[in-house]
């Protein structure tokens, strides 16, 4: 059973930081397409960031890049969402997902495992 956990959601002021961490449980991490997406009140889910196994691929939003980073420890089976110059529109539940498409890594439909998810507010 492949479980994940995020952590590093709050509250934030425009224009501030924050640092998103996803824990995966089990042995096959490294071998993993991770990503993170989010959901905002009455949104649809949508794509944020995607890594493939060795960090040496990202794919990111239009609406993120340039602010966010995506990166990822296989020895600590953790990947990471670095959100900078936050926007009030980042705000949303923000969701790790494991296991996806390598070919289709922006596409929710494709990962295997998801975390619960975590509050990011930004305020104005």
């Known amino acids: 059973q492949v479980q994940l956990v995020e952590s590093g959601g709050g509250l934030v002021q425009a224009g501030g930081s924050l640092r998103l961490s996803c824990v995966v449980s089990g042995r096959a991490f490294s071998r993993y397409v991770m990503g993170w997406f989010r959901q905002a009140p009455g949104k649809e889910r949508e794509f944020v960031a995607a890594?493939?196994?060795?960090?040496?691929?990202?794919f990111y939003a239009d609406s993120v890049k340039g602010r966010f980073t995506i990166s990822r420890d296989n020895a600590k089976n953790t990947v990471y969402l670095q959100m900078n110059s936050l926007k009030p529109e980042d705000t949303a539940d923000y969701y790790c997902?494991?296991?996806?498409?390598?070919?289709?890594?922006?596409?929710?439909?494709?990962?295997?495992?998801w975390g619960p998810g975590t509050q990011v507010t930004v305020s104005s």
């Open positions: 997902a494991a296991d996806g498409s390598p070919t289709a890594a922006k596409s929710g439909s494709r990962y295997l495992y």
């Open positions: 890594i493939n196994w060795s960090g040496g691929t990202t």
